[in-house]
């Protein structure tokens, strides 16, 4: 590890079809960077929350972002309307590309 951190952000996190799971991937990588963050004392902690997803899913990434918030450290949370990316196999990533498809016909 480097002798100084500036920055943490956590980008780690993807629908789970159980608890046991849903902390594995999580909430541990969650704690991580919480831990580093404080070690640290870095200048910021990033964190991707969403708005769209399984119902358990949202819900964890609602309370990792409180839990980030009450650290004290200075935080940094966006929440797009999904991420989808590699691995992701739900029902949101079945249907971004009609997402796309719509795009194309926006009035930006």
């Given amino acids: 590890m480097p002798n100084k951190i500036d920055y943490v952000i956590n980008l780690v996190g993807r629908p789970e079809n159980t608890a046991e799971k849903d902390k594995q991937t999580n909430w541990l990588p969650a704690q991580n960077a919480l831990t580093l963050a404080g070690k640290y004392r870095i200048k910021g902690?990033?964190?991707v929350q969403v708005k769209l997803g399984p119902k358990c899913f949202i819900q964890t990434k609602v309370?990792?972002?409180s839990e980030y918030q009450d650290?004290?450290?200075p935080v940094v949370i966006v929440n797009p309307t999904s991420v989808i990316g590699g691995g992701?196999?739900?029902f949101l990533s079945k249907i971004a590309p009609v997402f796309k498809l719509l795009g194309f016909f926006s009035s930006k």
């Fill in 88 to 90: 992701r196999d739900d």
């Fill in 71 to 73: 650290s004290g450290l």
């Fill in 45 to 47: 902690l990033g964190f």
């Fill in 63 to 65: 309370d990792i972002a």
